[in-house]
Each structure stands twice: as structure tokens, then as C-alpha cells.
């Protein structure tokens, strides 16, 4: 782990001296450049400092944050068109603009007033948010969990609660978010694999570790009692924002054993979520806790409303609620599944369930599978 960290110092050091400061200071003589001071005060205030400087509103919300994964955070142009569900070619024109702008402007590396801070704050948390989402889940990298990625989203997170103007209640509520995730790393890999135990496809078993076969022994309790602890401090207030909502259902996962009242809190989350921030992957996972609270038949209902014809987690869901109805819809949606996944675990996921199906001697006779509880 300190050998990890110590490279990805190194790698942002390197980033900020041979990206940050030809970018955005190119017309500056090396010689007026002042001594690098390398203590921890100064670094944590030179983070800070780039995130929100990016964070200008002088360019689009999108550049903002396309500039501050790419020269920040070490994303490739292909992780951040992914990120934006864009193409490679939109994103490399869009950054280059970017910075032709922060140059124009004459964007300085320093921290805004109290009003710039507020006023960018919404960007630096998506940047962070997306940066561990980025390492919990990689849709771009073989290796799906990149661990390195989301222990510097908590880094970056934590700097931001010891900093008084950025210490909000939705900083705090995005920290233990990310607290909550984090602290199953150690079960999703176990056996040297992993599972993305939170959305449709782990819940279905696109991974080889699923979260109900997870060993609940592994979970880190330290890193739970800290989500719960910032977890309290985001609500002294009257914020309620997403990384609220998203939080306390991050809270109930960390509660192993299946309930009534967990499933139908969390379906009532999901339903303030969407209300507050919708997007295609809260919506399908708010169908999977339907189907926890009502059924299969029920979620299937919902689940067609949504028509993501693009999204393998939508055919792996779709798959899984005609396994208690259809057998032959189950097996043609995880066929769609399997078409559309993008990495090997995914596909490697998707081919063990219809290898369970018994796809491949589809004339024998299968009963169809009971639903569980319900």
C-alpha cells in the first residue's frame, strides 16, 4: 500500500509539472516559477488549489471536470469518454478548448473566494465521486476494481472535511458513501476475484464474488464505522442531496441479512433519489429493490418502462426476473447481456448463469426456478 501511494504521488507530481503548469501557466518563465515546497500543508493546499481552479466557471461544467480527471486524476481519454458516455474525438476537442479558455482567461492556481468555493463545490464532488467510481467499478481496464483510484477519492474527500469552507454536510455525505464501499473491498476480491456487489450485476452474477456469497467476516468494520460517522456529521443541517440518499442506501448494504424493512427502505430511497438526481443506473437498480419488496412480476412491469436496448445491466436484470417467469426470455436477455458487456468479468459473469441456464442443450426440459421469499 505505501509503495502504491508513493507512485501515485509520483505520478501526480509528474502530472502537475509537466501537464498542470504548461497548461494553464505557458507563458510563465521557468525561472519565476517559486521552490516546490513538499510539505504536507503545502501539498494539501496545492490540491485543493487545482481542483477548484479547474472548477472555474469560466468553461462548461463538463470541461471542468473532463480537465480535472485528465490533468488531476490521470484518466485517459478513453476513461473519460466513457465516464460521459461520449466519444474520444468529442472529449479531446472539448479539453482542448478547455484549456485554449483557462489560458485566454488567465486562470490562476489559487483557491476562490469563499463565494467561488461554494459556488464550485458541486463540480469537485462529482470529480471525486467519479474518480472512485472510476476505481470501484472500471468500465475501460481489465482489472474492474482499481483500488488506487478509490483510496485517492477518500483521500482527496477527507482534505475537503479538514478545510472549513468546503466541510458541508453533502462533503461529509459523499465520504461516507464512499466509506461504505470501501469497506467491502476486501470480500469482492477474495479468492482473487470480484463482483460489483451493489448494482444489478452483482446482485445477478456478473462477478465471481457475489455480495450474498460474501464473507461478511471480511468487511472492514473500521471503514463502516467511519461512513457511519460522517454519515451523522452530513446530516446537522437541512441538505438533503444525493450523496445523502445514495449514502444511507450504501448503509443498509452494509447490513448482511435480508429484511423487509431493509428492502423497503431502500426501494423508498431510490424513489427520493430519483426525484432529486435521476440517472439510468439508480433506476435500474431501484427495479431490482422493487423486486426485493413486490416481486418479480412487479419489477418486470417496471423494468420494461425503462428500455436502456444499450445497457448490459439492463438485459442481466431483465434476465433475472424472467427466470422466475420465462426461461426462454431469461436466456435471450442474458444473451443480449453478454453481447453488450465490455470487460472479462462481466462477460465471465453473464456466461456461468447461462451456463447454469443450460443453454447450450436447450432441449432439455428445466423447471423454472422459484422466486426466493416471495
Known amino acids: 500500500m505505501a509503495r502504491q501511494k508513493a507512485l501515485y504521488r509520483f505520478r501526480r507530481n509528474k502530472i502537475y509539472e509537466t501537464k498542470v503548469i504548461p497548461a494553464i501557466t505557458q507563458d510563465e518563465a521557468q525561472s519565476e516559477l517559486p521552490a516546490f515546497d513538499f510539505s504536507q500543508q503545502n501539498i494539501r493546499d496545492s490540491q485543493l ?25 490521470g484518466f485517459s481519454i478513453d476513461e473519460i469518454a466513457e465516464a460521459f458516455l461520449s466519444r474520444k474525438d468529442t472529449i479531446n476537442k472539448r479539453l482542448f478548448r478547455a484549456k485554449e479558455k483557462l489560458r485566454a482567461e488567465g486562470v490562476r492556481m489559487e483557491l476562490p473566494s469563499p463565494a467561488g468555493i461554494a459556488g464550485r463545490l458541486d463540480s469537485v464532488l462529482h470529480i471525486i465521486y467519479l474518480l472512485f467510481n472510476e476505481g470501484y467499478y472500471s468500465r475501460t481496464h481489465p482489472q474492474t476494481m482499481r483500488e488506487d483510484l478509490c483510496f485517492e477519492a477518500l483521500r482527496l474527500g477527507a482534505l475537503l472535511t479538514e478545510y472549513d469552507p468546503t466541510n458541508l454536510p453533502e462533503t461529509n455525505a459523499l465520504m461516507a458513501l464512499m466509506c461504505f464501499h470501501a469497506s467491502r473491498f476486501s470480500a469482492r476480491r477474495a479468492g482473487g476475484a470480484e463482483a460489483n456487489e451493489d448494482s444489478i450485476a452483482g446482485e445477478s452474477g456478473a462477478g465471481p464474488i457475489l455480495y450474498e456469497q460474501q464473507n461478511e467476516g471480511l468487511w472492514d468494520m473500521a471503514l463502516i464505522g467511519q461512513g457511519m460517522h460522517f454519515l451523522e456529521r452530513s ?140
Not at 472548477?55 to 485528465?70: F, H, K, N
Request: with cysteine; aromatic share 10%; glycine share 4%.
Open 49 to 73: 488549489q487545482m481542483l477548484f481552479a479547474v472548477c472555474t466557471p469560466v468553461i462548461a461544467s463538463e470541461a471542468q471536470i473532463g480537465l480535472a480527471l485528465r490533468i488531476l486524476c
Open 235 to 374: 446530516l446537522q443541517g437541512r441538505t438533503m442531496s444525493a450523496y445523502h440518499l445514495e449514502a444511507r442506501i450504501a448503509s443498509w448494504h452494509c447490513i448482511k441479512e435480508d429484511s423487509p424493512e431493509k428492502w423497503e427502505a431502500i426501494l423508498a430511497l431510490y424513489d427520493q433519489l430519483l426525484l432529486v438526481s435521476y440517472s439510468p443506473s439508480a433506476a435500474l437498480n431501484r427495479v431490482f429493490a422493487c423486486y426485493k419488496v413486490k416481486g418479480a412480476a412487479t419489477a418486470l412491469e417496471e423494468a420494461e418502462k425503462l428500455n436502456m436496448e444499450d445497457n448490459h445491466f439492463y438485459f442481466v436484470l431483465l434476465g433475472e426476473l424472467y427466470r422466475f417467469l420465462d426461461r426462454g426470455k431469461a436466456v435471450s436477455s442474458f444473451q443480449k447481456a453478454y453481447a453488450l458487456a465490455k470487460t472479462p468479468v462481466e462477460k465471465q459473469g453473464i456466461r456461468a448463469i447461462l451456463n447454469e441456464l443450460d443453454v447450450q442443450n436447450s432441449g432439455t426440459a428445466q423447471s423454472v426456478r422459484k422466486p426466493p421469499g416471495r
